[in-house]
T-cell receptor, first 117, second 113 residues
Framework: AQKVTQAQTEISVVEKEDVTLDCVYE???????LFWYKQPPSGELVFLIR??????QNEISGRYSWNFQKSTSSFNFTITASQVVDSAVYFC??????????????FGKGTKLTVNP | GAGVSQTPSNKVTEKGKYVELRCDPISGHTALYWYRQSLGQGPEFLIY????????DSGLPNDRFFAVRPEGSVSTLKIQRTERGDSAVYLC???????????FGPGTRLLVL
């Protein structure tokens, strides 16, 4: 069975601090996708990134970066120089990638990030 | 272009009533998904459509829940004999095809009194 664990329920930082959101996953699949979504107070889930299990290269997009480590089954998300607009709940998710596999996303419980001015 | 839209945005009903929740996917997206999100939790999968057919309905909690997508575009999630435990935000997502990224709508907040 697939499982995603986000151990940090809530994190509070001051603007301009760097913050890392942890994500640990479990799966028996050899191929899978990992995702991060952002859910601001408005409630709509916003897609941030998708990573294929074959691609362990870390990725940077502006102030956002992601560290994928297959050896520790982790896919952590770092926000550099956080801003108040980064305040949201962030979800890590996992899905199968094999042909004919389930398309469903399995989500963690989310980490609520509050960035204070 | 337009994203996924869901109507109504809020629905209040009484225990035992029937409700329908509608999802309009992104134009051209063949795959459509329903999830349910309870307070303080991550979304939980309900059902996935590829075209008109339900390819995976393993997440539907019981036979009071049913979903259709008759023309391969708009989908309706139907809940019969609603219970207070059905109160949640119901999220719809669509993707260009199987294996592609899912994009979510704003959700329908259902409250069963």
């Amino acid at each position: 069975a697939q499982k995603v664990t986000q151990a940090q329920t809530e994190i509070s930082v001051v603007e301009k601090e760097d913050v890392t959101l942890d994500c640990v996953y479990e799966t028996r699949d050899t191929t899978y996708y990992l995702f991060w979504y952002k859910q601001p107070p408005s409630g709509e889930l916003v897609f941030l990134i998708r990573r294929n299990s074959f691609d362990e290269q870390n990725e940077i997009s502006g102030r956002y970066s992601w560290n994928f480590q297959k050896s520790t089954s982790s896919f952590n998300f770092t926000i550099t120089a956080s801003q108040v607009v980064d305040s949201a709940v962030y979800f890590c998710a996992l899905s199968e990638a094999a042909q004919g596999g389930s398309e469903k996303l399995v989500f963690g419980k989310g980490t609520k990030l509050t960035v204070n001015p | 272009g337009a994203g996924v839209s869901q109507t109504p945005s809020n629905k209040v009903t009484e225990k035992g009533k029937y409700v329908e929740l509608r999802c309009d996917p992104i134009s051209g997206h063949t795959a459509l998904y329903w999830y349910r999100q309870s307070l303080g939790q991550g979304p939980e999968f309900l059902i996935y459509f590829q075209g008109t057919g339900a390819a995976d309905d393993s997440g539907l909690p019981n036979d009071r829940f049913f979903a259709v997508r008759p023309e391969g575009s708009v989908s309706t999630l139907k809940i019969q004999r609603t219970e207070r435990g059905d109160s949640a935000v119901y999220l719809c997502a669509s993707s260009a095809n199987r294996g592609k990224t899912q994009y979510f709508g704003p959700g329908t907040r259902l409250l069963v009194l």
